[in-house]
């Protein structure tokens, strides 16, 4: 049983920057493909980047591609996605998900509480 922990939510104006982290316990953390999601009020959860277990391969929404970056650190079970040139589009509660295999939906088999981004105009 992995437990994900993210950290690092805030509220942010406009142009600005946050960078979240999601901790990892319970589990081989380089065995998963780590991946961020988001949802906003009333839309459903959407994948915003992720991350293979060697970090050779990553995934982006074409809506934050250029402005996030997503990065792991294997020796400390922890995933980071900065989030650089927010806009209140951003706003959005983000969790960290875990699963053996990389997926472009919301399938995953482990999943944190989330940390919530307001970006302010």
């Known amino acids: 049983q992995v437990q994900l922990v993210e950290s690092g939510g805030g509220l942010v104006q406009a142009g600005g920057s946050l960078r979240l982290s999601c901790a990892a316990s319970g589990g081989t953390f380089s065995r998963y493909y780590m991946a961020w999601f988001r949802q906003a009020p009333e839309k459903e959860r959407e994948l915003v980047a992720g991350?293979?277990?060697?970090?050779?391969?990553?995934d982006y929404a074409d809506s934050v591609k250029g402005r996030f970056t997503v990065s792991r650190d294997n020796a400390k079970s922890t995933v980071y996605l900065q989030l650089n040139s927010l806009k209140p589009e951003d706003t959005a509660v983000y969790y960290c998900?875990?699963?053996?295999?990389?997926?472009?939906?919301?399938?995953?088999?482990?999943w944190g509480e989330g940390t919530q981004v307001t970006v302010s105009s």
């Open positions: 998900a875990a699963n053996t295999i990389r997926r472009m939906d919301t399938r995953y088999t482990y």
């Open positions: 991350i293979s277990w060697n970090k050779d391969w990553t």
